[in-house]
């Protein structure tokens, strides 16, 4: 995992104080590993370092003004099952204290003390060597690669589906998520932290333009926008389409996608319906079971 200055400064558009806090290093067993991290203000959190003892102790470190490295041993000093020890990083964020960061480099150096030759000397590993682990601990800075999401997922369509869809996909690690529909209003107030919403009147249009990059998730209000949008993203090139219906639907898609002049071998590129049919057509059903498919290793099919 890695630094994510979206997720700060969408914490930071809503809270005038915002403090970071960083499994920096950890040893034995623990409940999550290096790089997880949570963002905490006086009266909430995004994000979960594992829960338990250890997190409520951070989030009252965080909220007591704590910065720099702290250590706990989660049996002795917390008396967690787990034993390990594990290391956070806790930084405290203000909007001009965002603007003054220096992302550019695909690195971040954190702290609140005049930086030695060693902290510079860290962000050289990372820099020089891709596989070399992040985050790095040197004193009380922490040294951190920016996020860059390896996977990029469009949903399309802001209806319940949608809109349970892209609850469980924002908080996942190494994703980022376009969120398309129509109509403004058919979004929720509360767009979670770093979805990109997009209003596009004429979506298939959109499609056509855009369609070969990553992965698309058909969730539409309209079976002729749905098939439009299938028939946009196979003649773009789109890799992987999950479309949301029922078998019977399916079999109709594939005749009107031969009629439009596609291959069965293209079609074959949708995947229809998406998500797990045992789990039921709950929307935060179907959700999980898409979700379980996007987590799944990329060799099987999941879109």
Request: glycine share 10%.
């Given at each position: 995992?890695?630094?994510?200055?979206?997720?700060?400064?969408?914490?930071?558009?809503?809270?005038?104080?915002?403090?970071?806090?960083?499994?920096?290093?950890?040893?034995?067993?623990?409940?999550?590993?290096?790089?997880?991290?949570?963002?905490?203000?006086?009266?909430?959190?995004?994000?979960?370092?594992?829960?338990?003892?250890?997190?409520?102790?951070?989030?009252?470190?965080?909220?007591?003004?704590?910065?720099?490295?702290?250590?706990?041993?989660?049996?002795?000093?917390?008396?967690?099952?787990?034993?390990?020890?594990?290391?956070?990083?806790?930084?405290?964020?203000t909007?001009?204290?965002?603007?003054?960061?220096?992302?550019?480099?695909?690195?971040?150096?954190?702290?609140?003390?005049?930086?030695?030759?060693?902290?510079m000397?860290?962000?050289?590993?990372?820099r020089?060597?891709?596989?070399?682990?992040?985050?790095?601990?040197?004193?009380?800075?922490?040294?951190?690669?920016?996020?860059?999401?390896?996977?990029?997922?469009?949903?399309?369509?802001?209806?319940?589906?949608?809109?349970?869809?892209?609850?469980?996909?924002?908080?996942?690690p190494?994703?980022?998520?376009?969120?398309?529909?129509?109509?403004?209003?058919?979004?929720?107030?509360?767009?979670?932290?770093?979805?990109?919403?997009?209003?596009?009147?004429?979506?298939?249009?959109?499609?056509?333009?855009n369609?070969?990059?990553?992965?698309?998730?058909?969730?539409?209000?309209?079976?002729?926008?749905?098939?439009?949008?299938?028939?946009?993203?196979?003649?773009?090139?789109a890799?992987?389409?999950?479309?949301?219906?029922?078998?019977?639907?399916?079999?109709?898609?594939?005749?009107?996608?031969?009629?439009?002049?596609?291959?069965?071998?293209?079609?074959?590129?949708?995947?229809?319906?998406?998500?797990?049919p045992?789990?039921?057509?709950?929307?935060?059903?179907?959700?999980?079971?898409?979700?379980?498919?996007?987590?799944?290793?990329?060799?099987?099919?999941?879109?």
């Amino acid at each position: 995992m890695s630094f994510d200055p979206l997720r700060l400064e969408a914490a930071l558009a809503a809270h005038d104080d915002v403090w970071r806090v960083v499994v920096a290093e950890t040893r034995g067993s623990v409940p999550r590993g290096p790089g997880t991290s949570m963002l905490v203000w006086a009266d909430g959190q995004d994000g979960t370092i594992g829960g338990g003892r250890l997190e409520w102790e951070a989030l009252a470190a965080a909220r007591a003004g704590r910065r720099g490295a702290i250590r706990h041993a989660l049996g002795p000093s917390l008396g967690q099952c787990c034993g390990g020890a594990v290391t956070l990083h806790i930084s405290h964020w203000t909007r001009d204290l965002l603007d003054e960061v220096d992302f550019s480099g695909g690195l971040a150096a954190i702290g609140h003390t005049q930086p030695g030759p060693e902290v510079m000397e860290a962000a050289d590993r990372l820099r020089d060597n891709p596989d070399a682990p992040s985050p790095l601990l040197v004193g009380d800075w922490l040294v951190e690669r920016i996020a860059a999401p390896s996977r990029r997922v469009h949903v399309w369509g802001a209806g319940h589906v949608g809109r349970a869809l892209v609850s469980v996909l924002a908080p996942l690690p190494d994703l980022s998520v376009s969120w398309i529909d129509d109509a403004a209003a058919r979004f929720p107030g509360d767009i979670p932290a770093g979805i990109d919403r997009i209003v596009a009147v004429d979506m298939p249009r959109l499609a056509a333009r855009n369609g070969a990059e990553g992965e698309h998730l058909l969730l539409t209000y309209s079976h002729d926008i749905d098939l439009a949008l299938c028939h946009a993203l196979l003649t773009a090139g789109a890799p992987r389409i999950g479309l949301i219906g029922s078998d019977t639907k399916w079999a109709r898609f594939r005749s009107r996608l031969r009629q439009l002049g596609h291959t069965d071998a293209a079609i074959a590129r949708i995947r229809c319906p998406i998500g797990n049919p045992a789990l039921g057509k709950h929307p935060q059903a179907i959700a999980v079971g898409v979700a379980a498919e996007i987590l799944a290793p990329q060799e099987q099919d999941l879109a």
